[in-house]
């Protein structure tokens, strides 16, 4: 559709007048073409403003303007530029302190002085050749991870994902040994990265039902059990080897949850063969107070469009393992105003990216659901 056209429709929409209406195409103008028109997942021939004007239709007319002050005002999108800054900043920010604390630690050097000491500069590029980085969805951006870091890392410790073969894990061990000049060389440190987390229950959680941990974590580990295996007790890792989890984006909850929930599961995936330390960092780490229903009387009114504008059929066995069954304000009840450019997070508010026909749900008769910016589902 014309933009032009696209705008003519909203102004109508909205009932703006012609000063109104002025206004506020200046700014989306503006922000569809900086920021929204980018995201990924609209469909051939709509945009942002194309979208928008049909997501509003679903409100009556004297809530469009709640809906629309929600986008205007408190919707936070994260573009491109600004997640490719987040994962350029992972290897520089973490990945370098942690080698230069580790070396530091081990020769009793402050950290300052550990490129100035020829013998500990030399341990810590060697470090640097011994940490495995391993991506746990494609949002891990390892391509990116590759390219910002030419000269620092070799393709042979970028990995796409934690599920890997025998063949796989004997050229990672190969290829390090080859580099170093040591044939009994192993990786001390493995980083696990991902974009976001949201909860941080489909990294790490207890299933009580089965009475275990589960998640991406214990997928890993077995993982690693399973290479140790296969490779008939040749151990890919030092007994000494520290896991490393990042997330580019991390609401605060989900910062602290994961912290508490390790240290509950801790005991149980101890064995042998595992990590000797375990560390969770964040590229950055979202305000306390950004969920909508943070602070009282604060988004009241589109709070309600989240009960009212509902279709249980989003429900799933996935969803429930957030804690939470109704998802009007996402999975995990996380209320979330926030949108990444390649896809939206569903612990946001279900109005934002849910689909749906509607129709009658045991007896109720449930509104189609218009998404903003439409989720690519995991989970069918």
């Not at 509003?56 to 408190?74: C, D, G, K, S, W």
């Not at 909860?199 to 991406?216: A, I, P």
């Not at 509902?310 to 996935?318: E, L, S």
Request: aromatic content about 10%; proline content about 3%; hydrophobic content about 40%.
């Amino acid at each position: 559709m014309n933009q032009d056209l696209g705008l003519k429709i909203l102004g109508e929409i909205m009932g703006w007048d012609d000063d109104r209406a002025r206004r506020e195409f200046q700014w989306l103008r503006l922000v569809a073409r900086l920021k929204y028109d980018g995201y990924r997942d609209f469909q051939a021939g709509m945009r942002f403003i194309e979208s928008l004007a049909t997501w509003l239709q679903q409100f009556t007319p004297a809530e469009r303007e709640t809906a629309y002050a929600f986008v205007r005002h408190t919707l936070i999108y994260v573009g491109p530029s600004e997640m490719q800054r987040l994962v350029e900043q992972f290897y520089p920010r973490t990945v370098r302190d942690r080698v230069i604390a580790t070396i530091a630690g081990e020769r009793g050097l402050p950290t300052y002085r550990v490129l100035a000491d020829l013998e500990a500069r030399a341990a810590a590029e060697r470090l640097r050749r011994q940490t495995l980085f391993m991506g746990l969805s494609d949002g891990a951006r390892i391509d990116i991870v590759r390219h910002s870091n030419v000269g620092l890392l070799t393709n042979e410790q970028l990995v796409l994902a934690t599920q890997v073969d025998k063949e796989k894990w004997q050229d990672l061990v190969a290829n390090l040994r080859e580099d170093l000049k040591d044939k009994d060389a192993r990786f001390r440190l493995v980083y696990l990265i991902d974009d976001f987390m949201g909860t941080g229950t489909s990294f790490l959680r207890y299933n009580s039902e089965k009475k275990k941990w589960s998640g991406k974590l214990l997928k890993f580990k077995e993982s690693v059990d399973n290479a140790v295996k296969a490779l008939e007790g040749d151990h890919v890792l030092a007994a000494d080897w520290q896991l490393c989890i990042h997330h580019y984006i991390g609401t605060s909850a989900a910062a602290k949850a994961v912290q508490s929930r390790w240290a509950e599961a801790s005991e149980a995936l101890k064995g042998e063969g595992w990590a000797s330390g375990v560390h969770f960092t964040f590229g950055m780490v979202l305000p306390d107070d950004l969920s909508i229903d943070a602070v009282s009387g604060r988004h009241d009114e589109f709070l309600e469009l989240t009960k009212t504008y509902y279709d249980p059929i989003i429900r799933t066995r996935h969803t429930d393992v957030g804690g939470v069954t109704h998802l009007g304000l996402g999975y995990g009840g996380c209320a979330l105003p926030l949108v990444l450019e390649h896809n939206t997070p569903n612990n946001s508010v279900a109005l934002l990216w849910a689909e749906t026909d509607g129709g009658n749900r045991d007896g109720v008769i449930a509104p189609a659901m218009r998404p903003l910016f439409r989720r690519r589902q995991r989970h069918a």
